[in-house]
């Protein structure tokens, strides 16, 4: 079982930024495809972004295209996700996810991965 920890969720004004990270507590952190998904009230989960364990591919819902940056620094066991541009409609909860692969490109198609944090709350006023 891998354990996720996301933090830097929070309040912030429509048009400003925040970062998030997620930690992951475990030697094989690097073999992790990671990925970013939210939840707004009342509507279904969904992708984000997410980042091979290499760092080398990464992908984006079209929403964040442009505004979101996912990135992962593996000597730290930690996955951010900086979101510039804020809106209101990026209002949610968000969440970390993660799966153990051996590929080093390889990120899961579907929201198919195996471990997920418990989430950090991001609301943007407008």
């Known amino acids: 079982q891998v354990q996720l920890v996301e933090s830097g969720g929070g309040l912030v004004q429509a048009g400003t930024s925040l970062r998030l990270s997620c930690v992951a507590p475990?030697?094989?952190?690097?073999?992790?495809?990671m990925g970013w998904f939210r939840q707004a009230p009342g509507k279904e989960r969904e992708f984000v972004a997410a980042?091979?364990?290499?760092?080398?591919?990464?992908d984006y819902a079209d929403s964040v295209k442009g505004r979101f940056t996912i990135s992962r620094d593996n000597a730290k066991n930690t996955m951010y996700l900086q979101m510039n541009s804020l809106k209101p409609e990026d209002t949610a909860v968000y969440y970390c996810a993660a799966t153990f692969t051996f590929s080093s490109l390889y990120i899961p198609t579907g929201g198919k991965f195996d471990y997920w944090g418990q989430g950090t709350q991001v609301t943007v006023s407008s």
């Open positions: 475990d030697r094989t952190f690097r073999r992790y495809a």
């Open positions: 980042i091979s364990w290499s760092g080398n591919r990464t």
